[in-house]
């Protein structure tokens, strides 16, 4: 925060860092504009104008007659960059947080031999986690990477982890990624953890991430809810 | 919901598709029977149905009532890199492309065409409305917008067939799109697009807004397409230089 800012941008910037930080989340409504002008000794047309920015931001929605809301904006998830869901989301002001559903151990067998090119009785570690932007539920996202290329994954906690912190002290560096994007119809129990009807519509992201000895290091697929979340891609 | 649930159904999808690669089923070949199948994987009747609920929905089955359950062929895939043509990046797919033309007009550009394009408003622009099949199957319907001081007599052009809009621009006009810019949504299908489509059993569609921009930067044609998502899946490789 810059003290020779304007103090409208100001206070958008602390509204910006207490949502991103979680202190108000989806839904919440914020103090009214007088509140805000008196606990800050400022005049309430600043804290409109700051109310009107992030409003421009889709940070906050203001309905007539009952206030302004935390709301989120609608994300563009930019297919060109090798990113992880957090970082696309943290990068517009939205404060992401993880319930891990599912976390373990298990064979590759077929299906995870054949997409990860690894032999059927390769360990592999998956996880299954439901990803939440400012509290509300964003996408689920299934992972599985194969155990022998991050042995001692099993103890991160992907709550607060992510698949990229366990690569970057692996020394994996991810070089490409593979992904196909469809639009599917959501059944149970995604569609309830996504706060969806079923039946509804959903993209669906499935990747590979190849590192750069060339190796298959990480099979994803997430349902992403078609509310909050648009793709964009440029191509030469 | 219990933590047990939430693989459950992956993992009796993960053996009703262990099941079809292990018996080399191809597209179109049935499942066996509801019975047969529970024996085999030894689970109740209630996760298979939704297990396979889910692949039906995902497009990886269909069923057919009173015949059973089908395995469903593979989408069709657009590779959106180093394919900017649907004409040629299709057709190097060695999938058969093209295209009826439902309209073709000049109009004057709206606030939402003026300003994708980077004209004023009400600058004259063509509208290229076309019915795209691939294999002979429609899978969109896509409008184009092309200024018309870019392009004269564009419109004696006929883009009915296999004439690509992207070749007649680089070739009579010297305007090759170096770059385009995708946006990708999902949208519901009106009983009229459902028809025009050929009546898919989802109401569920891609929804694409691209824009072509020339390597000297110049917005040279804007497009809105409406995609079977049931056919059709958009498919993009990212690699670590490509960040922008």
New interface residues.
Partial sequence: MNANQPIYQQLADLLREKIADGEYVLGDALPSERAMADRYGISHLTVRKSFALLEEEGLLIRIQGKGTFVTIPRV?M??????GFRSFLENKGVHVTNEV??CGLRKA???YA?LLKIDENDDVFEC?RLRLGNGYPMAVE?NAVPYQYVRGIEQYDFKVYSLHDVYASHDI?????????????????QA??LRLDE?S????LSSFSVDSAGRVVEFTKIYNS?ERI??????? | ?S?Y???A??NVR?LI??YI??HHLAPHAPLPSERRLCEAFDINRVALR?AI??MV???RLYTIRGKGTFVAPA?Y?ES?????SFTRCWGSGGYRVRSDVLSFDVSEANIKISQTLNLSLGTPVYELRRLRYVDETPISIETSYLPVSLYPDLDEFDFSGTLSLYGVLEEHYGIKI?????????M?LSEKEKLMLGSPK?D???YTVALGITGDGVCAEHSLAISR?DLY????????S???
Avoid: W
């Fill in positions: 563009s930019d297919m060109n960059k090798i990113q559903l599912h067998r077929h299906k054949k299954v299934y560096q991810i070089v490409s990624e593979h992904q196909m994007l469809e639009v599917v119809k959501v059944t149970n129990p309830k953890l039946n519509c959903v993209f669906l078609d648009v793709f964009y891609v440029a191509a030469d | 919901m933590k649930t939430q693989l159904s992956e993960e598709e262990e690669d292990e939704k609920a889910q929905n995902e497009d989408k895939l959106t890199i180093s394919c900017i170096a770059r385009q810019q995708q946006t990708i949504r999902t519901t989802s569920h569609a891609f998502s899946a958009i498919t993009y490789i990212a690699d670590g490509s960040g922008r």
